[in-house]
């Protein structure tokens, strides 16, 4: 069994900071893929920022130059840094990797999310 265990969401004013984590444990092989997602009230699920295994990154339009990805593969754990946040980042933010239990058994997980309200 693989688990995704995030922290690190809560309150914070506009203009604030806030990092999130999010820790894979249990039968890890290799993992591939480690993402942040976010769903707001009313909206789809959308990815937010994605490290692959080759450590190429990707962002969402809205979160460049402000949100970063950083991982530490001796802990499986991946990190997002969210600086100058504004209201409509509003969301529950999910991680999501693709992890391989053994040599050819991969399989997609998702944590169990982690709330983040941006307001005054």
């Known amino acids: 069994q693989v688990q995704l265990v995030e922290s690190g969401g809560g309150l914070v004013q506009p203009g604030g900071s806030l990092r999130l984590s999010c820790a894979a444990s249990g039968r890890i092989f290799s993992i591939n893929r480690m993402a942040w997602y976010r769903q707001a009230p009313g909206k789809q699920r959308e990815l937010v920022a994605a490290f692959s295994s080759g450590g190429n990154t990707n962002y969402a339009d809205s979160v460049k130059g402000r949100f970063t990805i950083s991982r530490d593969n001796a802990k499986n754990t991946v990190y997002l840094q969210m600086n100058s946040l504004k209201p409509e980042d509003t969301a529950v933010y999910y991680c999501?990797?693709?992890?391989?239990?053994?040599?050819?058994?991969?399989?997609?997980?998702w944590g169990q999310g982690t709330q983040v309200t941006v307001s005054s």
């Open positions: 999501n990797a693709q992890i391989r239990t053994t040599a050819t058994i991969s399989g997609d997980y």
